[in-house]
């Protein structure tokens, strides 16, 4: 495939695919999918999307449904052509996820990317992009101390133990075989349409409910939408990129009270934080079981980037000021508070 180069300037030569690829891409359907696509097609490729067998997704041309994701599932109609693979398809993290559905999890996110690997390998595709999470490095990063690609893995539950699963089967398969993959372990992911923990916390800023976080002195690593998707398509063309694993992040850590300060602003409204000592959050956190939420809110998780921008010369095209904005412009459009 050709490629055109251009020297970043740190020197490192940021390399771009020059001809439309056909590529699969999972998980079309998803937060993430949905604006992976619409930067795909927009950058002239040509996308098949497989989804499950009752799931619609609009002004999709190519689509191809596999049913569910497992061991066993048949991607050859899927695969047909194809020359890249994007997999985004997973079984989302749940509150139960430490352990009630260790053994789904496998199937799903270790054992269904090792199936589409495999099949990927043996019909000639030549990259496989695999969307990871930076909680395969662990839940908690000591102060100070960011995660690296190189620290050893210390995945905390079952889903993010079936990603670390699923890194090391594509890496194997990697070393006999012509295809090559990457991976890429974001954390927390926020833009427009965003769920979940961030959802809840615009939901609370936007209510003025009180929030007794102002004395929290965390570092939390952040990656907006569209820097990820910067990101996916950066390692889609680019040779430095084959066989490696990147974490991801906006490149500007902030603390649980900065977030909500900055939320606020966002909105047009006035933060409610107001001082409890954090040992006295752990303690009545852990006391009503609710010791991992107090852990997202209070604890620390940092992740170096370092490795992507010096190997590739990527850099993310949002600040996280933009980001954040965005997202709550979204959510304020779509009724929220």
Known sequence: MPFSGRM??????????????RILLTGASGFVGRALHQRLVKSGHDIVVAVHSNTSIENVARVVRIGDIGPNTDWSSALDGVEAVIHLAALAHRR????????????VNALGAECLAEQSASQGVKRFIFMSTAKVNGEVSRPGAAFRETDQAAPPDAYAEAKWEAE??????????????????????????VQANFL???RWVGRG???????????????????????VECCLGHPAAVNQTFLLGDGEDVSTPQLIRMIAAAMGKRDRLFAVSPTVLAMMAGASGMGREWGRLGLSLQVDDWKIRHLLGWEPPHTLDEGIRVTVQSYLK????
């Open 209 to 231: 409910v009180p929030l007794p976080l102002a004395s929290v002195d965390n570092r939390r690593s952040l990656l907006y939408l569209g820097n990820l998707v910067s990101a």
């Open 200 to 202: 809840r916390l615009m």
């Open 96 to 107: 139960d996820r430490r352990n009630a559905n260790a053994r789904r999890y496998r199937e």
């Open 334 to 337: 779509g009724g929220g508070l």
């Open 8 to 21: 970043a300037g740190d020197g490192c030569e940021v390399v771009l695919p020059v001809l439309a690829m």
């Open 168 to 193: 090391q089967t594509l890496a194997r398969i990697s070393a006999r075989v012509e295809m090559k993959h990457v991976i890429l372990r974001p954390p927390l992911i926020y833009g427009a349409g």
